[in-house]
Every structure is written in structure tokens, then in C-alpha cells.
């Protein structure tokens, strides 16, 4: 098997940089995911995670840098960049007097799908996450849950080589959490670069093959777990321990790991 860092980048920051005002909300960020990977992106809040999602998809103009998706350069060739990409906020915006199957019909003709290709693929998609029988329903009637989940199957219509999610598991049922987790490893041995926000330490430790620790907008740490084992104090952290190392955490980590044995 080859290995992931020897795969082609598919997401690349250099010097990434955004302020605002006299803020420094991300400063000065170089990190690259491989095709085929699934790379965790960790921080606490206001670290400056969203700031350099919103960069990575073209919605925010970085003060200084550059972000590359696919080869292409975000700032100046953003229609091409993406087409290539899909992004997953962490809530979901749909139209509500539209149902699901016309919702991820739009989202085909704006990628330009083929007709029939996309007619296929939203059916494929609805099965996929249990949303077939739903299909002709008004979005504005469906939970939480089943507008993450549309949302989800509307960013993969157009078979993206980039996914971008932010807290994608938020609201979903353990079923439904299951199942995106699934899609995405799914994704990754597809060869798809995976790029995952998420505050949800032991999804990182289990579906990540690197991660990355921001805080302050500068990323203070990066790599695999075993990795970033090596930098702590070894063999048998987990990763929510090398995170409040990291973080500067880990003595509020140690009272409320007291008051828990204290009332056990």
C-alpha cells in the first residue's frame, strides 16, 4: 500500500495568514492532506478553526497566503478549486420549500452533473443515507439530523477529490453518526483528501490518520497519534490527553478527573 504522505496533496496552505483588525485569528499556516487521507483538524475554541475552514472554501480572503485545493489557487482561480471541493457546515443551510431529491438536484446542476448522471446519483445517495422513502418530502420539515444528512449526500453529488466538514457528526443520531463515519473512511480509500473539524476527540483518535492541534491561530502540533505519543509522555495516551497537554488543559483536566473519582 503506498503511503498516504507519498500521495498526491490535495489541500495545501502556505503562510496562511487572517486578521482582523488588531486580532491575528490564524497566523502564518502551512499544512498539506494527501489524497486518501483523513486529517482531523483540533483546537479549542476561538483557536481559529472555522476562520481557516471558511480560507480553505474561498468564503473568507485570507490576509496573507495561499490555499491550494486540487492544484488550483483558491484566490485566483476559485471556480476551478470549487468544483473540486465540497464543504459540510456544521448547520445545515437548505432551501426548505424545495424536498430532498430536488435539493440535491439543484446542487447537480450547479456542479454541472450530467442530467441523467445526477438523476442516478441523488437516488444512489437518498438510499445511501436512508433518506429514499423521505425523498419527496419539503426539507423544512425534516429534523435536525436528516438535514445533515442531506446536506452530506447533496456535497458528495458531484463526486468531490476534496471534502471539507466542520463538526459533521453534531445532531446526528449514534446510527447516523456511524454512517457518515463509514462514507468518509469509504471516501478516503477512494482516494478523497478528508479535512475534519471536530471537537469529538475519540472520533479523531479512530477514523484520523494525522491530525492537527491549532491554538491562537498558530498549529502547535501534527501528525499521526503514535506520532504525537512520542512528544508526550508515550505509549498509551490517548488523544484527548496529548490534546490538553498540548493545550495547556490539563490541569483543569486533572481536578474534573478528582471530582469524578471523588463521586464514584
Do not use: W
Not at 496562511?16 to 483523513?38: C, H, K, M, P, S
Request: hydrophobic residues 40%; proline residues 5%; aromatic residues 4%.
Amino acid at each position: 500500500m503506498v503511503p498516504v504522505t507519498a500521495s498526491r496533496p490535495l489541500i495545501r496552505t502556505r503562510g496562511l495568514t487572517r486578521r482582523f483588525g488588531g486580532l491575528t485569528a490564524v497566523d502564518q499556516l502551512d499544512l498539506t492532506v494527501y489524497a486518501g487521507e483523513i486529517y482531523g483538524f483540533l483546537g479549542p475554541n476561538g483557536s481559529g478553526k472555522t476562520t481557516t475552514i471558511k480560507m480553505l472554501t474561498g468564503l473568507l480572503e485570507p490576509t496573507a497566503g495561499e490555499v491550494v485545493i486540487a492544484g488550483f489557487n483558491v484566490k485566483t482561480q476559485p471556480t476551478r478549486a470549487k468544483a473540486v471541493m465540497a464543504y459540510v457546515p456544521d448547520q445545515p443551510t437548505l432551501y426548505p420549500k424545495l424536498t430532498a431529491r430536488e435539493f440535491l438536484l439543484l446542487m447537480a446542476d450547479l456542479y454541472r452533473v450530467p442530467r441523467e448522471e445526477a438523476r442516478d446519483r441523488c437516488q444512489q445517495l437518498l438510499a445511501l443515507f436512508g433518506l429514499a422513502d423521505r425523498a419527496e418530502e419539503l426539507l423544512e420539515g425534516f429534523s435536525h439530523g436528516m438535514k445533515q444528512k442531506t446536506v452530506v449526500a447533496a456535497a458528495l453529488i458531484h463526486r468531490p477529490q476534496v471534502m471539507i466538514l466542520d463538526e459533521p457528526t453534531v445532531g446526528l443520531d449514534p446510527h447516523s453518526a456511524r454512517l457518515l463515519k463509514d462514507i468518509l473512511q469509504e471516501l478516503a480509500r477512494q482516494g478523497v483528501a478528508v479535512f475534519l473539524s471536530t471537537h469529538i476527540l475519540e472520533i479523531a483518535e479512530r477514523m484520523c490518520h494525522r491530525v492537527g492541534i491549532l491554538q491562537r491561530g498558530h498549529l502547535i502540533a501534527q501528525g499521526s497519534l503514535a506520532e504525537l505519543r512520542a512528544r508526550g509522555r508515550g505509549e498509551g495516551e490517548t488523544l484527548e490527553d496529548i490534546f490538553l497537554e498540548l493545550t495547556g488543559s490539563a490541569e483543569e483536566a486533572e481536578v474534573i478527573k478528582g471530582l469524578e473519582e471523588e463521586r464514584a
